[in-house]
């Protein structure tokens, strides 16, 4: 027996979790696309909408390359460190995407939870890895602390989105003289 598998129920939940996230992701994306579009959304789209569903992606594959049969779990931390550093890379390319619209003006929370969290949940991963040969438990736990993170902040982001395209796009189109 591994020390993933002990693991199995905690991704079985998580994924299963981030796989449902998804397919409602899409679901609100998809009403959302019948309120009237102004300025830039396709780079805004970019920068918010593409991250969450990339974060509940990564979850959902983290949950299936930990959940798998491994002999020994060196290729199972290969994985997890690449996805540590291709989430990195990713989140460098959010970060300009959010720079680079203009249809909507992030404020603080918007940089903590699309960029310095996620880019904190990749970065465990990527040490995790490292780690993992010195502290294969404590490694798994950082793989867990980065799902779960990157699992609610996805949670948090689709939120926000349907939030701020309900009650505060809905509205200023009802009340042109509403800004934010």
């Known amino acids: 027996m591994t020390p993933l598998a002990g693991?199995?129920?905690f991704y079985v939940i998580v994924?299963?979790?981030?796989?449902?996230?998804?397919?409602l992701q899409f679901v609100v994306v998809t009403l959302i696309a019948e309120i009237p579009l102004q300025g830039d959304v396709e780079r805004a789209g970019s920068a918010f909408a593409t991250p969450t569903v990339v974060h509940f992606g990564?979850?959902?594959?983290l949950a299936a390359v930990l959940s798998a049969p491994w002999r020994r779990p060196a290729a199972?931390?290969?994985i997890w460190?690449?996805?540590g550093l291709v989430g990195i890379i990713y989140e460098f390319i959010v970060a300009r995407r959010m720079r680079l619209q203009d249809a909507y003006a992030p404020q603080f929370e918007d940089w903590l939870f699309y960029l310095a969290l996620p880019l904190a949940a990749y970065a465990t991963l990527a040490?995790?890895?490292?780690?993992?040969?010195s502290n294969l438990v404590g490694a798994l736990f950082a793989v867990a602390v980065a799902a779960l993170l990157l699992l609610f902040i996805g949670i948090h982001n689709a939120w926000?989105?349907?939030t701020y395209h309900v009650f505060i796009k809905q509205r200023r189109q009802q009340e042109p003289g509403l800004h934010r």
Not at 15 to 23: E, R
Not at 127 to 133: P, Q
């Open 160 to 162: 926000d989105a349907v």
């Open 127 to 133: 040490a995790s890895a490292g780690a993992a040969r």
């Open 7 to 9: 693991w199995e129920n």
């Open 76 to 78: 199972a931390e290969v």
């Open 58 to 61: 990564a979850v959902l594959l």
């Open 81 to 83: 460190g690449l996805m």
């Open 15 to 23: 994924g299963s979790s981030a796989g449902a996230l998804i397919g």
